[in-house]
């Protein structure tokens, strides 16, 4: 992918109307290029900006307008008082449909947890097409545990879960939530397993999901968050969820 490319797609890339592989190739991009990720920064600022203030108004909003203007219009044989009351009356009543529709396409918008999964998947997939599932490659707990040491603002908990069928392959760092977070991957069979875990102050119950036929498992307990991801089927990821919750 290169710059031109990028410029081209950047504006899909940033409201995620792009396949997996595009993405990924134009995320592969950015992370090396300082001119187009500079600019892609400016456009998250720009959006974010203007986003929340711009929302498409209803089909029927004119027709809306014109009927509360008409009405005052028809109250001109009335007193003027009366009149800019009408007007009053009906600009609060416009203001009040385009406030509410704004609510609306607010709270119809995708959930951050629905945003969050995809973001685990492509840090799954990245973590496979790039061959870089570990910074620290070692099926031993405190050989990865300390090596997080200093690199996080945390120490996330490893545990070596070999005897259950699901042997510890190392860690890394990756990025999840607008903040550095522990990459724990673990494999059952010809299948891999990144669980990943960054500190929270609210605990909440078991989630699951699915995303470009990956399944994922979400919870926060103990002051930590948890996203799992795998291309396992579900009751062996399920399982080793409960491995890890124990």
């Not at 109307?17 to 187009?36: M, N, Q, R």
């Not at 607010?106 to 947890?113: D, H, I, R, T």
């Not at 545990?145 to 860690?171: I, M």
Request: charged share 20%.
């Amino acid at each position: 992918m290169d710059c031109e490319s990028t410029r081209d797609l950047i504006n899909a890339y940033a409201d995620r109307e792009l396949d997996l592989v595009k993405s990924l190739e134009i995320e592969g991009h950015l992370s090396g290029c300082p001119v187009c990720s500079e600019r892609y920064a400016n456009l998250q600022t720009l959006r974010g900006a203007v986003g929340v203030l711009y929302h498409k108004p209803p089909a029927n909003l004119q027709k809306r307008i014109t009927t509360a203007v008409r009405k005052a219009s028809n109250g001109e044989t009335r007193s003027h008082l009366i009149s800019w009351r009408m007007i009053s009356i009906a600009a609060s009543a416009v203001v009040i449909v385009i406030l509410s529709w704004s609510i609306f396409s607010l709270f119809s918008s995708p959930a951050s947890s629905e945003l969050l999964a995809r973001e685990v998947v492509a840090s799954h997939v990245r973590s496979l097409m790039a061959n870089h599932l570990a910074d620290v490659p070692s099926s031993d707990q405190h050989t990865v545990k300390p090596w997080f040491s200093g690199k996080l603002d945390f120490s996330p908990p490893v545990k070596d879960l070999a005897n259950e069928g699901f042997p510890l392959v190392g860690g890394r760092l990756d990025y999840l939530d607008n903040r550095p977070v522990a990459a724990l991957v673990y494999q059952r069979r010809q299948h891999y397993i990144n669980c990943f875990a960054w500190p929270s102050e609210t605990d909440q119950a078991e989630k699951e999901f699915s995303q470009q036929g990956y399944d994922l498992i979400h919870w926060t307990r103990a002051g930590m968050s948890y996203w799992i991801v795998s291309d396992l089927n579900k009751n062996e990821l399920r399982e080793f969820a409960e491995l890890v919750q124990k």
